[in-house]
């Protein structure tokens, strides 16, 4: 691993920490070169999946433009990163254990919504907004309607 400081190439691990779900790794380094500490984290890497998008092209899973969108809508909310990680994560795990190699990208934004529903209904809305393509105020009306109602 690199230092962020002085891009030396020699550190050593001082602490390693496993994510509740086991998929996460976060390691504590120290540069043998100045001393800097810094923190990365591992995380499993999921290949071979393919996002089957609404117009039927067909795309390389990115697990970061999910936690790209998901910020987005979650910008200047209670919701910390740990949140949206575990959020992001949750939703690749129950995706990848319904669907076999090929994703629909409405189940990816189904599970991303229904999730944000229970941390941040602003942030619901938010999403919603964008991924059900709301295209005047009474979208997202009936979106806030919606969420009055207490779901099964």
Do not use: W
Not at 50 to 76: L, Q
Not at 77 to 85: K, L, N
Not at 127 to 143: P, Q, T
């Amino acid at each position: 691993m690199r230092c962020p400081k002085c891009t030396s190439i020699e550190d050593k691990v001082v602490d390693s920490r496993i994510s509740k779900e086991g998929n996460t790794i976060r390691r504590r380094r120290e540069c043998l070169e100045c001393g800097h500490r810094f923190t990365t984290t591992e995380t499993l890497v999921r290949d071979g999946l393919i996002v089957i998008k609404r117009d039927g092209r067909r795309e390389d899973f990115d697990p970061e433009k999910i936690t790209r969108s998901v910020r987005v809508a979650c910008h200047k909310r209670p919701i910390d990163v740990e949140q949206i990680s575990m959020l992001v994560e949750d939703v690749i795990d129950v995706l990848e254990a319904q669907f076999e190699g090929e994703i629909p990208s409405s189940a990816i934004g189904e599970g991303v919504m229904q999730r944000l529903r229970h941390v941040d209904q602003v942030a619901y809305v938010r999403f919603a907004s964008v991924y059900k393509e709301f295209r005047d105020v009474s979208g997202f009306m009936h979106e806030i309607s919606a969420l009055e109602k207490p779901k099964p």
